[in-house]
């Protein structure tokens, strides 16, 4: 039988291939290219699910496959590691990968943009990095593939590079997430430094040395002599600067805002399978070695909770429909970085999950809206939609439903779990409970603005022209909603903890017995394993496990639904007005985005400052001294200007000169004239 | 012989490129530089030496004649290649043509000169890097400005007499104050050294061949010895603050020019630290680790918030190499495998990445005859190959990984971070490391403004896609980055064989 894992290099190399193919002989192609990414992706699917199926099978694979740099010191390699994560996490990637390409011939080409062969080798490329990334068995690996992941970004978000703002978004989006990547790049030494070794997975990983070295057996290098639980954590927290940047949490998050020039299913990409996800996937991915520095885990569940609400905030006030599902990808992105934190490794990656499904699914959709509406992306403009792009709507709506958490979509289940282990962990933790509450107050707000915006778009009638015509999508729009459409509806039933527990219904959650290697998997790499290292206990409230999850599903269910009758009482009428003036001088602070962009532009410019003030010191000191020495030398400032008249041959006379005097100082020490 | 068959071959192709006709010495200058590229293949293929040239290791290409005797020191022609010494031969062979292509558009007088002045830089070059007799080394080094100060001071921009001069003066005022080290040194090695070779000179003072010299005690000789060689290699490397002659050389240095100085003529400086302050007295260099580490550090930020400020594109590319430089400085003074290693890859790999920065902004040059950045918007609308390589290249510049750039810093940084011989050496390398933020910050921001956006320029001519011999020489410079970056041990692993006697030099006290 042929080994699925053998085939491990093909995932990431297919789409490589097919960014080779659109660069080189796009143009000459059908369709600028599309096709051969298409099949790329779609062959990675294929392969994925092979391995994925292999993993099911009771197999794992975690092999060394190239040596980047072989010295005595450290061995730098190149790997595969493939267990129930990865496995998922390859599903998922190539899934909606594929989907975004279909989704870009009526995007796209049926739209007649210019410069598709380049588009096509930036998803080609993009896809490539982040499964590389998904498979790395190394930190080493996991960071080259996720700068190469922002490249793909920066390439695409200023993909129409002949207007003035995507090529700033695109500066923004690589610069504040390479500000992260610094500290990543640290952590990425530092882990050398302190192990001498970045691997994820096996014996000799940097996780099971952590793990022994904490337990007492095992001896690493710290600096200075500090601590070494000290100094775990600040290796943690340095790694968690490169998933801050990249999965957009507080303060890193401005970018993606921004990120929204990209073309809309590059937005989808990023958003739900690739950036974004990188941030997230990389903590789950050496979870066992978070699980042992409680101050980081702590720290990530308040940076996640804290992101979560305030990101919702400001999604409330915008008037863009893709504006409106950018802070929605950072609120929920702070979502998986609380259950992270809180000790929810399956809760996150849950969320993970479900939310690529639908966040794909409303940038989709909301790329249909726009071709729709010819490229009008305000929301003030539409309206009426529903009954003029039924398959949108409906499809979207399934999106909407999970993104608010409302019970039976996927989004119910994956939040609900995460606002869960926030809670029985956080009991007894103050700051994991801080994060706890700012999550479920982010509840409600995510269920207003969300359907603010689904009733903005589709219900009412039409506020413009465009809005009462719009342009009829075709079935390379329609059937990648459709599949995402359908996976936002059944994607929660993976893993119902709470029916599990209320009903007592053995063995439905099949999410967590996949991720705690029940099938297959490798040791150490486990929930179960990560769940031991953690530092939390459960506590429970009203009485019990089951009480606490009948309250906390159902407090958070109340709340979504009390922010999704607000926004129907607001917005769902025949013809809506703003309502923002309620809210004060809150309004211009959310407007404005809490002015971190303006404090961001505040800190480039003094900057700029400080180099200037270094160039003029330069420049006048430092130079003015090296001028100042020459027109003082030895032959006299008259004497030196008439040799800068240019005549070249006093200059050869003195290299000359200079070689005479070296044979005499030779000579005379060799004794030579004597 | 295949050593001097190498250089010999390299000064006579420029002597007949000198004698040939203006109109076609570009076309001969190429197709003879060629040569010495496919004779350093030849030398790679063939390449068997092990261990550090100058600490006993096997010598590659070993070639030795006496030459004449001066006072009881022989001087010989000696060559002979190592693994540090192999990869700057390949580098210089291998910048030299695609440096000469680019000059076909932007030289369009005295051109057979330009060419042939060109190609005897080439030959001293080599000599500077194959030579392992000081009195020999020395000839080719300082050999190797003369061509330089023609180089700039004829073909150069408006303010080409200031800085060649500038260049000259600067860098052999450097080499004197190196030389009075060196020779100090050489007389207070007394009667322990029968020649100027360099590995025997490294080893008489390995086993403690120094002795008082005119009542200097061998441990003061030893360190004012190495401070006159930094200070003078200092200033060819640049290192802050004797850096300021390099941005003048550059702004005002033709295309070509300056892509041979900041791809080969930076790493002279380099090297020499390497061979003569870091392989020979590594006792004064590790106890000298703080205030160089120090030092390293200031070039890399300083270096890289110089090069923010500019708003002329060449002087960027100028400044972030002084930034460049000082990753390297680092890797030498951590005394690691990795960090020594790394600092040879990375004299390579800036070669590449810089000579392609270079060749790239003189190529939209050529079109706008503009370098400001406030004078020009879009470029990539007209020229969309150039603006493609050249944003690989800026990229590079970065640090991004599979691209050669990011193997020699990240050997760097990875090799010193831990480094037992240097006090603070976390703190210092992740302070240097700050430098990949600023360099993207500065590159992508000039970016914005000269390449996209809407097409902005004043011409009264059409801008069009530049000519192929313009384009291709970027193409292969881009090729062979991302080659060295997916398999930096094609040079790595003879590098780290040839660092790792000198990093044992150092005995570490923990």
Redesign the interface.
């Known amino acids: 039988m042929v080994d699925a894992f053998a085939y491990v290099p093909a995932v990431v190399l297919l789409p490589f291939f097919s960014f080779l193919v659109a660069l080189g002989a796009g143009k000459y192609l059908p369709k600028g290219g599309a096709f051969g990414g298409i099949a790329a992706t779609a062959g990675s699917f294929l392969l994925s699910l092979w391995i994925a199926t292999a993993v099911a099978g009771g197999r794992a694979y975690n092999e060394t496959l190239y ?8 061995e ?1 390699t190149f790997g595969a590691l493939i267990d129930p994560l990865s496995a998922l996490m390859l599903v998922i990637v190539t899934l909606v990968a594929l989907l975004v390409h279909v989704f870009s011939l009526g995007y796209m080409n049926d739209e007649g943009e210019t410069g598709l062969p380049r588009y096509y080798a930036g998803l080609g490329l993009f896809t490539a990095s982040m499964l590389g990334f998904v498979v790395a068995d190394n930190l ?1 690996m996991a ?3 996720f ?2 992941v922002g ?1 793909c970004s920066y390439l695409l978000i ?1 993909f129409h ?4 703002g ?3 978004a ?2 923004k989006a ?2 504040v997430t ?2 992260g990547d ?1 500290f990543f ?2 952590g ?3 882990v ?3 192990f001498g070794t970045a691997a994820f997975a096996g014996e000799g990983s940097f996780p099971a040395l952590a793990e022994a070295a904490l337990a007492g057996s095992g001896d690493v ?1 710290t ?2 002599g500090l601590e070494l639980q000290t100094w775990l954590t600040v290796v943690g927290l340095l790694v968690l600067g490169g998933v801050v940047g990249k999965s957009a949490q507080f303060p890193l998050h401005t970018w993606l805002p921004d990120a929204m020039e990209g073309p809309t299913p590059v937005s989808a990409l990023i958003h739900a399978a690739t950036m974004v996800a990188a941030g997230v996937y990389l903590v789950a991915r050496m979870y066992g070695f978070y699980a042992l520095t409680p101050t980081t885990l702590a720290v990530i569940a308040f940076i996640g909770g804290f992101t979560a609400l305030f990101a919702a905030t400001m999604g409330v006030v915008k008037d863009e429909l893709k504006q409106v599902l950018a802070y929605s990808t950072i609120s929920q992105y702070g979502y998986m970085m609380l259950a992270l934190g809180a000790g929810g490794y399956v809760a996150a990656v849950f969320h993970l999950t479900t939310h690529a499904f639908f966040k794909a699914l409303l940038f989709l959709g909301a790329g249909s809206v726009i071709i729709a509406m010819h490229h009008n992306e305000d929301m003030w403009d539409m309206g009426g939609l529903k009954s003029r792009m039924p398959v949108t709507y409906y499809t979207f709506l399934a999106g909407s439903l999970a993104l608010a958490g409302i019970f039976p979509f996927a989004g119910f289940w994956s939040k609900d779990e995460i606002l869960y282990e926030a809670l029985v962990h956080g009991l007894n933790e103050p700051l994991l409970l801080g994060g706890y509450v700012m999550g479920l107050l982010a509840v409600p707000v995510t269920a207003f603005y969300t359907f603010r915006m689904v009733f903005l778009t589709f219900h009412g009638e039409p506020r413009t022209d465009l809005a009462a015509d719009p342009e009829p999508v075709r079935w390379n729009v329609k059937g990648p909603l459709t599949v995402l459409g359908s996976l936002a509806v059944v994607t929660g039933f993976i893993n119902m903890v709470p029916v599990q527990k209320v009903l007592g219904l053995e063995g439905i959650d099949y999410l967590h017995r996949w991720l705690d290697n029940e099938w297959g998997g490798i040791e150490g790499l486990s929930s179960h394993h990560y769940a031991d290292l953690g530092p939390y206990s459960s506590g429970y409230i009203a009485g019990g496990e089951v009480p606490t999850v009948l309250v906390g599903a159902a407090v958070s269910l109340g709340l979504a639904l009390a922010g999704l009758g607000l926004a129907w009482r607001l917005y769902n009428v025949t013809s809506p007005t703003e309502h923002t003036a309620k809210l004060g001088g809150i309004k211009d602070v959310l407007y404005n985005n809490y002015y971190l962009d303006e404090l961001q532009v505040w800190i ?1 410019y003094r ?2 400052d ?3 003030g ?2 003029t010191f ?1 420049q006048g000191i ?2 003015g001294v ?1 001028n100042g020495v ?1 027109s003082v030398s030895l032959l006299g400032g008259s004497r030196v200007r008439r ?4 005549l ?1 041959t006093q ?2 006379a ?2 000359t000169l ?2 005479i005097a ?1 044979l005499v ?3 005379v ?4 004239f004597l | 012989m295949i050593l001097e068959a190498l250089i010999g071959f390299t000064f006579l192709a420029a002597l007949l490129v000198l004698l040939a006709p203006n109109a076609w010495a570009g076309r001969l200058a190429f197709a003879l530089s060629t040569v010495p590229f496919i004779g350093s293949l030849y030398l790679w293929s063939r390449f068997d030496a092990v261990g550090n040239a100058l600490t006993g290791g096997t010598i590659a290409f070993e070639s030795r004649y006496e030459w004449v005797e001066v006072g009881g020191r022989t001087v010989s022609w000696f060559v002979g290649l190592d693994g540090i010494s192999l990869p700057l031969v390949v580098l210089t062979t291998f910048l030299v043509p695609l440096a000469i292509l680019s000059a076909w558009t932007p030289v369009d007088s005295r051109q057979s000169q330009f060419y042939g002045l060109m190609l005897f830089m080439e030959a001293n070059l080599l000599g500077v890097f194959t030579a392992l007799d000081f009195f020999l080394w020395f000839v080719f080094w300082e050999a190797v400005l003369v061509p330089m100060y023609f180089l700039i001071g004829i073909w150069g921009g408006p303010r080409r007499k200031y800085a060649a001069i500038k260049f000259f003066v600067y860098t052999n005022a450097a080499s004197l104050l190196m030389f009075i080290g060196f020779m100090s040194l050489t007389f207070a090695l007394g009667d322990s050294i029968g020649s100027l070779a360099l590995p025997e000179i490294t080893q008489a003072i390995a086993d403690g061949g120094l002795e008082t010299w005119f009542g200097i005690s061998p441990g003061r000789m030893a360190m004012v010895a190495f401070l006159a060689m930094f200070a003078g290699f200092a200033v060819k490397v640049p290192i802050v603050p004797v850096h300021t002659w390099l941005p003048d050389a550059h702004v005002e240095a033709p295309t070509p020019v300056s892509v041979l100085l900041a791809g080969v003529l930076l790493k002279m400086g380099t090297y020499a630290l390497l061979r003569f302050n870091f392989t020979m007295l590594p006792e004064q260099a590790s106890a000298l680790a703080v205030p160089i580490a120090a030092i390293a550090v200031i070039s890399v930020v300083y270096g890289a918030m110089l090069a923010l400020a500019q708003k002329d594109l060449k002087r960027i590319v100028a400044y972030s190499s002084v930034s460049s430089m000082g990753y390297v400085l680092l890797g030498l003074v951590v005394f690691t495998e990795y960090g020594v290693g790394g600092a040879t890859f990375q004299m390579v790999a800036h070669g590449l990445i810089s000579g392609l920065m270079f060749m790239a902004v003189g190529v939209v040059y050529n079109a706008t005859h503009t370098r400001m950045v406030g004078d020009m918007a879009g470029m990539a609308d007209r020229m969309p190959v150039t603006v493609g390589i050249l944003v690989a290249g800026a990229f590079g510049y970065m640090g991004l990984p599979l691209m050669a750039g990011f193997a020699g810093e990240f050997f760097i940084f990875v090799g010193a971070f831990g480094a037992p011989s240097l006090p603070y050496a976390p703190v210092f390398t992740a302070l240097a490391m700050f430098g990949i933020v600023i360099v993207a910050g500065y590159l992508l921001s000039a970016m914005q403004k000269t390449l996209f956006g809407p097409f902005r320029l004043e011409t009264d001519y059409e801008i069009g896609p530049a000519p192929f011999h313009d384009v291709a020489p970027l193409a292969v410079l881009l090729a062979a980055i991302i080659v060295l970056g997916v398999a930096p041990d094609l040079f790595f692993e003879m590098i780290r064989d040839a660092a790792m006697p000198v990093v044992e030099g150092v005995s570490v006290d923990v």
């Open positions: 040596t980047w740099a072989a010295g005595d010191q450290f730098l080493l960071f080259m593939f700068e190469l490249l200023g590079f002949r207007e003035p995507p090529p700033s695109a500066k690589f610069l390479r500000f610094y790049l640290v990425v030494v530092a050398f430094a302190t290098w600096p200075g480039a900057t700029e400080i180099a200037g270094a160039d330069d430092i130079d090296v020459s040799i800068q008249t240019g070249v200059y050869a003195m290299l200079g070689l070296l100082l030779l000579g020490n060799g004794g030579w």
